[in-house]
C-alpha cells in the first residue's frame, strides 16, 4: 500500500518561508510524477507545482512561480516543497499528490493525480 505523508506546515508570517517535505513509503510504482497542490478555504483544490521522475522538468502555477522550488530525492522517496515571500494568501492545505499514470510529462490538473497524502496546514499571517 502506497502512502504519501507530509510535513513541514505551519505559521509564519508573510514574508517569511516554509519547507514542505512528502515522504512515499511502500512505494511500488516505478516511476511517476510528483506534485503538490493546495485548498483554501471555500475554494476549488489548487495545482502549485510539480516535477517529473527524473527532476529535470518543473511547472508551477503562476501565483507562485518565482517564490516556490519544487525539488526531489529519489533515493529517499521524497519531494519538497520550498516555499519563499509567503503571502496572505498562500494560506491553504497544502497536499503532496502522486501520478502513477506519468513520469515524464506533467499534468496541471489535480484530477490527473490519483495518490494523496493527508495534507499539511499552512497559514500565512499579516
Known amino acids: 500500500q502506497v502512502q504519501l505523508v507530509e510535513s513541514g506546515g505551519g505559521l509564519v508570517q508573510a514574508g517569511g518561508s516554509l519547507r514542505l517535505s512528502c515522504e512515499i513509503s511502500?512505494?511500488?510504482?516505478?516511476?511517476?510524477?510528483m506534485g503538490w497542490v493546495r485548498q483554501a478555504p471555500g475554494k476549488e483544490r489548487e495545482f502549485v507545482a510539480a516535477?517529473?521522475?527524473?527532476?529535470?522538468?518543473?511547472k508551477y502555477a503562476d501565483s507562485v512561480k518565482g517564490r516556490y522550488i519544487i525539488s526531489r530525492d529519489n533515493a529517499k522517496d521524497t519531494v519538497y516543497l520550498q516555499m519563499n515571500s509567503l503571502k496572505v494568501e498562500d494560506t491553504a492545505v497544502y497536499y503532496c499528490a502522486l501520478d502513477s499514470a506519468r513520469w515524464l510529462v506533467i499534468s496541471r490538473s489535480p484530477r490527473e493525480y490519483n495518490l494523496w497524502g493527508q495534507g499539511t496546514q499552512v497559514t500565512v499571517s499579516s
Open positions: 516535477i517529473n521522475h527524473l527532476g529535470n522538468t518543473e
Open positions: 511502500g512505494r511500488t510504482v516505478r516511476a511517476y510524477v
